[in-house]
């Protein structure tokens, strides 16, 4: 006779230690993200995709995803301080993305993206030298190169790696901190709840 499957209770905390793991395994997913979207990218530059609609959305997620792995709010966020150590010159391709998701993607101020309006000219050698119409000139910025997308996906495999070590050591560390919790009180809180907001929550700030 097999034995029944038994499903553990879980007990929700919200002490220092799991809200930062917490943040750290949100983390954990961004980057697993960003390197699958780069891996993605570098396919379709290399065999030279005309779907510029797809490498542009793909690109600026990568970014949006990469960024938000460093800002603190509802989260710790990295420190920059993670990149020390690292082969090449981390800190410096770091704000190259930084800059891309904050100067170009997120605020247009940098030299990325430019629209210009022209006044259309006759001929140089027409009878009559005159304006004749307008037109509206536009440079956009879509997607860095094969090897701006492999460094991306390459920084964020490093990341990745550091990032995990960090969340095991705060793993252990919310356990010893639960272990101090009385085990009544532990199974009152049980079990977690998590579900999927509906539109009207997309104003709220996440507790």
């Not at 930084?98 to 030299?111: G, Q, T």
């Not at 009878?127 to 996906?153: F, I, P, W």
């Not at 705060?170 to 509906?198: F, H, M, Q, S, V």
Request: proline residues 4%; hydrophobic residues 35%.
């Amino acid at each position: 006779m097999k034995d029944e499957w038994v499903e553990n209770p879980i007990a929700r905390v919200d002490f220092d230690e799991a809200k930062r793991l917490a943040d750290l395994g949100a983390i954990v997913q961004d980057l697993g993200s960003i390197m699958k979207i780069c891996s993605r990218l570098k396919k379709m530059l290399k065999e030279k995709s005309q779907d510029s609609l797809l490498i542009e959305s793909l690109w600026t997620t990568a970014l949006i995803k990469y960024a938000r792995c460093f800002k603190s709010g509802k989260r710790f966020g990295l420190d920059e301080s993670i990149l020390d150590g690292l082969k090449g010159e981390p800190h410096k391709v770091h704000k190259l993305y930084l800059d891309m998701r904050d100067k170009h993607i997120a605020h247009s101020v940098n030299p990325f993206e430019q629209m210009q309006v022209g006044l259309v000219l006759s001929p140089k050698d027409s009878n009559e030298k005159k304006v004749v119409g307008v037109a509206t000139l536009s440079m956009r910025h879509m997607v860095t190169d094969v090897e701006g997308v492999h460094q991306l996906g390459l920084l964020s495999k490093v990341l990745l790696e550091k990032v995990c070590d960090i969340a095991k050591q705060y793993e252990n560390k919310a356990l010893e901190r639960g272990k101090t919790i009385p085990i009544d009180d532990l199974y009152k809180r049980a079990r977690p709840c998590i579900t999927a907001p509906g539109p009207e929550e997309s104003d709220k700030p996440r507790v």
